[in-house]
T-cell receptor, first 115, second 116 residues
């Protein structure tokens, strides 16, 4: 069955540094991968989507890479700020129904940016 | 648009009672998803609908759980009878895919369920 691992439950960094979060997956070759942000007491919010034929995608201070050979995605936040503190979830296209586009989520990495 | 609306936001009930969670998806979205989130298991997909039709309910943990979508603007998730291990945050999400595969999901604020 599909397995998704975000290999850090928590990541603490200093303000201004680059945060790098990792998402690994096995037993599957998804057509795309998404990253979400979740704040305490709230639902996840979509950040970025990257397709299997894209190596890298950027949005403001965010950058996502997708290595289908390593079965890994890296999520970078440059010039991190305390407001970036949240839990970040990666999600892969699920196997249910093939083309319906449901998602399987990792457990998330809790990022804390210290001033 | 108000986004995905869920009610109630918090529910505390005693074991054995029936619990009904409600969701109003974003207007025009053709997919609706129900998730459960716990510290131990993370965010798990329970069931999802396309155009009001259940597509896959293999994530529903037991027969005590049921979900309906009587129309495009309303869905319910029912637990009967409830048990303490059902305590979790339940999220509803919707998306507009129209046959495409790459659309993001929009989540509601969740319902925090506590079964004592």
């Amino acid at each position: 069955s599909q397995k998704i691992e975000q290999n850090s439950e928590a990541l603490n960094i200093q303000e201004g540094k680059t945060a790098t979060l990792t998402c690994n997956y096995t037993n599957y070759s998804p057509a795309y991968l998404q990253w979400y942000r979740q704040d305490p007491g709230r639902g996840p919010v979509f950040l970025l989507l990257i397709r299997e034929n894209e190596k890298e995608k950027r949005k403001e201070r965010l950058k996502v890479t997708f290595d289908t050979t390593l079965k890994q995605s890296l999520f970078h936040i440059t010039a991190s700020q305390p407001a970036d503190s949240a839990t970040y979830l990666c999600a892969l296209e699920g196997l249910y129904g093939g083309s319906q586009g449901n998602l399987i989520f990792g457990k998330g990495t809790k990022l804390s940016v210290k001033p | 648009d108000a986004g995905v609306i869920q009610s109630p936001r918090h529910e505390v009930t005693e074991m054995g009672q029936e619990v009904t969670l409600r969701c109003k998806p974003i207007s025009g979205h053709d997919y609706l998803f129900w998730y459960r989130q716990t510290m131990m298991r993370g965010l798990e997909l329970l069931i999802y609908f396309n155009n009001n039709v259940p597509i896959d309910d293999s994530g529903m943990p037991e027969d005590r759980f049921s979900a309906k979508m009587p129309n495009a603007s309303f869905s319910t998730l029912k637990i009967q009878p409830s048990e303490p291990r059902d305590s979790a945050v339940y999220f509803c999400a919707s998306s507009s895919q129209g046959g495409r595969r790459f659309e993001e999901q929009y989540f509601g604020p969740g319902t925090r369920l506590t079964v004592t």
